[in-house]
């Protein structure tokens, strides 16, 4: 099993940037596709970004297309999501999530996975 702990939120006003992270630990012999969701005050969690095992391969969520970038860094067990050009649409809880799968694999679906993190608040100032 995997252990994921996400950092890097906090209060930032709109046209500001944050960059999240998630520290996987545990079974991280694996190779798992990740992802970022993320849900606001009386929402459902909705997909943010995706990234397979390999780095290759990537997918964003329309809303945040150009705007927010992922990536990882495998020797450190880590994956990133860099946030620029804030709205306070984006005020959310946001949640790392990690999937066994083959290196290109992204993952999409919510239900496409079974680890989760604890989820970390991001507010957006207007």
Do not use: H
């Not at 890097?8 to 694996?30: E, F, H, I």
């Amino acid at each position: 099993q995997v252990q994921l702990v996400e950092s890097g939120g906090g209060l930032v006003q709109a046209g500001g940037s944050l960059r999240l992270s998630c520290a996987a630990s545990g079974r991280t012999d694996r190779r798992y596709a990740m992802g970022w969701f993320r849900q606001g005050a009386g929402k459902e969690r909705e997909f943010v970004a995706a990234i397979s095992w390999s780095g290759g391969t990537t997918n964003y969520a329309d809303s945040v297309k150009g705007r927010f970038t992922i990536s990882r860094d495998n020797a450190k067990n880590t994956v990133y999501l860099q946030m620029n050009s804030l709205k306070p649409e984006d005020t959310a809880v946001y949640y790392c999530a990690a999937e066994p799968r083959w290196p290109d694999i992204v993952v999409v679906t919510r239900g496409g996975y079974n680890y989760w993190g604890q989820g970390i608040q991001v507010t957006v100032s207007s």
